[in-house]
């Protein structure tokens, strides 16, 4: 049994702490990250990597209010790079990271690239995109 801790800000480091563990930094981004926060995408971009995100079932849930979520995220970016470029990939969809993530569905969806490396953060090391 794992006693939780009753301060937010503790919680949210445990979960971050896990998460890292865990090597789900790329699930936990694609959860609590938005897509294309300063719209940037057109309608049919943001339509494409829609169904791109949902086509790939990852799955990240967290039970714990918003503000826990909040301090997650934060938790999150500050001890994680990989957390960090997928939220920079997500926030910058038009962007190199960006770019990179939103092929790495495609590749997975059509058989050309192994969840592992979308899990893994691995996007943008192949020059077969």
Do not use: C
């Not at 790329?26 to 057109?42: F, G, H, I």
């Amino acid at each position: 049994m794992v006693v939780l801790p009753r301060s937010k800000r503790r919680l949210a480091h445990v979960i971050a702490s896990w998460v890292v563990t865990a090597e789900a930094e790329v699930a936990a981004a694609l959860a609590l990250q938005p897509l294309d926060p300063r719209d940037t995408l057109s309608a049919e971009q943001r339509h494409w990597w829609q169904e791109l995100l949902d086509a790939v079932i990852l799955e990240f849930g967290t039970d714990v209010g918003t503000e826990v979520e909040d301090l997650l995220r934060r938790d999150l970016a500050r001890n994680s790079s990989l957390y960090r470029r997928t939220r920079d990939a997500l926030r910058q969809p038009l962007g190199e990271e960006g770019q990179a993530l939103g092929v790495t569905p495609d590749r997975f969806v059509h058989g050309d690239a192994s969840l592992g490396s979308l899990i893994g953060g691995t996007w943008n090391e192949s020059e077969e995109y």
